[in-house]
């Protein structure tokens, strides 16, 4: 990283809560994470449930703070199970008294309640995605008991009212893509800035060796990621394709796949970098906020075939790989073949230029500046208001001649 600027030095002194979903493992958020904890290393951390040792160590170090739920066997590992109780759980944060809260939310961590008067700046990965725009697939893919589907149904409605309501306890919203942005402006009637997330691309370099052939998929194995349609994509055309990530769909997809198929489970990041460096392409089938993955590949040099939604279809274009259209097995199918037969010469220097405006340092600066002048703005009103607000352009003038 660079050396710190200004604003890094401005916050040294702040009283800085930090507030985290969950902490079980590292992910994009985690990254984003990461780096704050870094320069903030004074801040306490709440969170509702933390399996320790499943981040980084400058998560680990902080004053780290859980929820009740925390004490319940296996909350680590079920932790989206406990989903209605989530709301009652972050109840029991109490931040102090401190001078900047700071969640980084995409389920419940916007819903602290911070100190009266004081700033709370939501860095919203999107909207709580259960009550959103994944409601509908929380509820097909729901396997209670007979009849329960119903009350699952009005559970969400609820923790939708309770989500946008609780988006008035935030004095400023960053979003991590304008996809983001969106949501926030229709969910919450709130305006954001849009910071995207730290691409490591000091980590995530080119290695300017032949490219083998197969294609690659870095994912969780959850449902919305959409990992089947690579699967039934590569094996419908008997093309090679190597799956890197675990999860409760890794015995399901392993059911569907062909021979041509091999899953490597969970890796390091050195053993993610060798294969963004090797593969012919990466596939992202999956609708995604931003897509941290993408970018890494990118970094390296790899092409990209993306399905044409989300934060992704921001990002990628026909220069560096592919965009399609039908979020199926056979689009996808059909995108691998038609770039395949396209035959144009990939760049990998093109790609990686893609990514370095979303370098680790690049969001640090951005991030830092932001907090640093909300800090400073004696006119961002405190967020207890008693009604939501029309949404409200909020976007800092030196944050938008950086981007």
Do not use: N
Request: charged fraction near 25%; glycine fraction near 8%.
């Amino acid at each position: 990283m660079e050396a710190r600027g200004g604003a890094a030095r401005l916050m040294d002194g702040a009283r800085v809560a930090l507030v985290h979903d969950w902490l079980t493992g590292l992910r994009g958020g985690e990254k984003c994470l990461d780096v704050l904890a870094r320069e903030l290393p004074r801040a306490t951390l709440h969170t509702l449930v933390h399996d320790r040792g499943t981040t980084t160590p400058a998560i680990e170090s902080l004053r780290i703070r859980t929820s009740p739920l925390q004490r319940l066997p296996g909350a680590s590992r079920h932790y989206r199970k406990l989903l209605p109780v989530m709301p009652l759980a972050a109840r029991g944060w109490r931040v102090g008294d401190v001078d900047l809260v700071v969640s980084l939310s995409h389920c419940v961590a916007k819903a602290v309640v911070p100190p009266a008067g004081r700033p709370h700046v939501c860095y919203c990965f999107t909207p709580m995605r259960y009550a959103w725009e994944g409601r509908d697939h929380y509820l097909e893919t729901w396997h209670g008991p007979p009849g329960s589907r119903r009350a699952v149904s009005l559970v969400l409605d609820r923790l939708r009212a309770w989500d946008r309501a609780t988006a008035r306890r935030v004095s400023r919203f960053i979003a991590i893509s304008e996809t983001v942005r969106r949501r926030i402006r229709d969910c919450y009637g709130r305006d954001s800035v849009v910071i995207e997330p730290p691409v490591d691309t000091d980590f995530y370099t080119p290695a300017h060796l032949p490219r083998e052939d197969y294609y690659l998929v870095v994912s969780a194995l959850v449902p919305y990621k959409k990992i089947e349609h690579a699967i039934e994509a590569c094996t419908r055309l008997g093309r090679r394709l190597v799956v890197i990530g675990a999860g409760p769909e890794q015995a399901r997809l392993a059911r569907r796949a062909g021979p041509t198929v091999e899953f490597l489970g969970r890796q390091p990041d050195d053993v993610l970098r060798d294969h963004f460096r090797a593969c012919r392409a990466l596939l992202f089938p999956g609708v995604e906020d931003f897509g941290i993955v993408p970018m890494e590949a990118l970094a390296c040099g790899s092409p990209v075939l993306a399905l044409a939604e989300g934060g992704v279809a921001e990002t990628v274009d026909g220069g560096v790989g592919a965009l399609y259209q039908e979020a199926s097995p056979a689009g996808l199918a059909r995108a691998i073949t038609l770039w395949e037969s396209a035959g144009r010469p990939h760049d990998p220097h093109a790609a990686r230029q893609k990514t370095l405006k979303f370098a680790t340092d690049r969001y640090r600066d951005r991030m830092l500046a932001f907090l640093s002048d909300t800090l400073a703005d004696a006119s961002i009103p405190s967020p207890h208001w008693p009604r939501p607000r029309a949404a409200q352009p909020v976007e800092d003038v030196r944050i938008r001649d950086q981007a």
